[in-house]
């Protein structure tokens, strides 16, 4: 942890939380049902690696781990979420019984479990006479008939999630992952012109998640509110980026840089200008560096 907390920055460490970290996770969720408890303590681990410890508590935390769960396009950083990928990855065990019937444990499931094939998967229920891996698999069959409506809907989703005789399992986590809105600054924010730090602190303030100086004193962090740059007003988001005398400056020259209306300026109706310009990589790498 305190390596990670030293060397890699935020946006370093969402991309070693997806492989890395996940890679343990995928090793197991492919083949069990994790425990809530768990999957709760490897989220807790990812969070604590992402926002870092320091004196055995975590530090501050700027967004919801929900959003940060959602991909690029909805304003997330696209981190796999640990309850919904394990549930993605054990309904292969329901599309390996439809598709691949010839298998060792599909044959054997056919046999001893569904009575020789006189029984239908879309009918098993769970019991205590059987054992705890068939019953979460009877879990995931309840899951992908509430996803579809019905058996042969859900036949027909694991159709479309089969590719060469493989299952692709990204096509279900699509489907129960958490889910927001599609913001209109992606494409501008994950430019792949941009440095990924811009893109992280681009994204936490057109969240309004940057920890200025007045959300540090709602939590107790501090106890004066005076813009850092200004040492006058007190410090938001709208004062330190738009309102502050010093940044209207630095933008004023910004603005002229990339050809942008002067004036006074709003994080979102520069954003919504650039994109309307289509500008090009360049301009969205110093709007972001601007940030």
Known sequence: MHWANKTLSYAGKPQLINSAIF?????WGASVL???GISKKIRKLCKDFLWGIEDGSR???FMCWQLLCTPKVEGGMGIKEVLSWNSAQMTKWVWKLLFKPGCL?????????????????????SSISHSWYWNNVIKMKDLLLELSGGPEQALALLVRCTSRLRFDVSLIYELIRPRSSVVPWASL?????CHPKHSFIGMLALHDKLPSIDKLISRGIMLV????LCLRQCEN??????????????WGIVA?????????FDLHDTIYALLMARRNSLHNAGFLATI
């Open 23 to 27: 890679g343990l996770n995928n090793f």
């Open 34 to 36: 994790l425990p809530k």
């Open 59 to 61: 530090r501050h935390v």
């Open 105 to 125: 444990w599909s044959r054997w499931v056919t046999q001893y479990i569904l009575k020789g094939g006189g029984g239908d998967i879309w009918e098993a229920q």
């Open 189 to 193: 924010v994950y430019d792949k012109g």
């Open 225 to 228: 509110n005076r813009c850092s």
């Open 237 to 250: 988001i709208t004062h330190l980026f738009f309102n502050c005398e010093f940044s209207a400056q630095v």
């Open 256 to 264: 002229a840089r990339l050809h942008l209306q002067g004036g006074t």
